[in-house]
């Protein structure tokens, strides 16, 4: 375990950083790339503990890939089934265990699935039954447990069509379908369950499936079908992380100053963009141009309600503008949240009332009462090694001395590179 002090900072921010490349969409290029015919060349991949887990995991089902100099290589098997046979960690990537979880339901030998931390008692049940019904041969955990596991295809297996997926704990169940619907029997016809969350990121998994050629179609709110064939490898560019940028924003929102972020798409369909109309509510200037944002803060936060049910990751970082609101601020729908790398609903309470704010989940709500006369004070931040916590609860410490974040080395697992931008910031290098 290791502790990051933080330091706050003595004049207002000024800083231009680059976005880190995003980790939804280098995760889910990597999948479509190893079913797609011929190289695929990913430009610009976010480098994490996450992303190396699926490459190495498609390595492992016998898809040839690896890092070069210009990116990430793929070369695609783009019919019959895929090897199969290895072992893969999954470490602690939820996204990983998922994705890889359906192509080894391709795979003509077992594949078996090991992880750490949190990962193996994180929701995978919905996905296991729908993965069944198209007939894999699954071995579960003797206790229930997500992992560990085995996956492989049975003697009718890759059967697609129309299916539903429960999709109340996780969009990536949708999405694990969709990425590998076009080489189901008959494609896919996919529906969601009306519980859904983080619908979005569905839809940016047929946006990138688009890119490289499937016909995906959406057909209503809640369904995607995908029709059966082929598609070819091609050189793609990841875009920039809305939800690693998030925390650079808001830095500006709650520390004064302007903080620009670069390499951002603003049409994306990374749910996390969302944080845009939050800040203007609140009261801060933001300013888009091109692939540029810029925040400038203009004062304290005014109060906010917002649902997140569409962009969960988002939680940590609309927290810590309530932290410094004196208003009412409600983040709605957040039940989610209980199903990440922690309990971040309950997380985001416990480390929120220890700097000294009002704070009380109500449902799957988290809600910061109005507080004129309460005092915040720097303290020690207990993350359980989640990298959005550390990440968002790290902004506050720019402005409240005395702030320290436990297990600091977790935030590999989405931006190696935020402990550098962070000092940047402190010291005024920006």
Known sequence: MVNRQIQPVRAALKGVFQAPPSKSATHRALVTAALAEGRSLLINPLDSMDTRVTLAGLEAIGVPCGAGRSGWWVD????????????????????????????????????????????????????????????????????????????????????????????????????????TGSRLEGGLDLSLSTDAVSVPYVAMTAAILSRFGVGVVQDGPLRWRVPQGSYSGRTWT??????????????????????????????????????????????????????????????????????????????????????????????????????????????????????????????DDLVLPECHGARLEGAEIRTDADHRIAMAFAVAGLVLPGMAIRDAQCVCKSNPGFWAQLERLETGAA
């Not at 955990?141 to 129309?162: H, M, Y």
């Not at 940028?245 to 049409?267: C, K, M, Q, T």
């Open 238 to 363: 990841v875009e920039g992380d809305w939800s690693s940028a998030s925390y650079l924003l808001a830095s500006a929102a709650v520390a004064g100053g302007s903080v620009r972020v670069r390499g951002l798409e603003p049409g994306s369909h990374q749910p996390d963009a969302a944080l845009l109309p939050v800040l203007i509510r609140c009261g801060h200037r933001v300013t888009v141009e091109e692939d540029e944002v810029t925040v400038d803060g203009q004062g304290p936060t005014a109060g906010f309600e917002e649902d997140v049910s569409s962009c969960p990751d988002l939680a940590p970082t609309l927290a810590i503008l309530g932290l410094f609101s004196r208003e009412h601020c409600e983040i709605r729908s957040a039940g989610i949240l209980r199903y990440k790398e922690s309990d971040r609903l309950q997380l985001l309470a416990e480390n929120l009332g220890r700097l000294g704010r009002p704070v009380e989940i109500r449902g």
């Open 76 to 179: 695609g098997i783009p019919a019959g089934m895929l090897p199969g046979g290895g072992t893969i960690n999954l470490g602690e990537s939820g996204t990983s265990m998922r994705f890889l979880a359906a192509l080894a339901g391709l795979c003509h030998r077992p594949v078996a699935f090991t992880g750490v931390g949190r990962l193996p008692s994180r929701p995978m049940e919905e996905l296991l039954q729908v993965l069944e019904a198209g007939g894999a041969v699954i071995q579960r955990a003797a206790d229930g447990s997500a992992l560990p596991l085995a996956i492989g295809s049975g003697p009718n297996s890759a059967r697609g069509g129309s299916l539903r997926i429960q999709s109340g704990r996780s969009s990536q169940f949708a999405s694990a379908l969709l990425l």
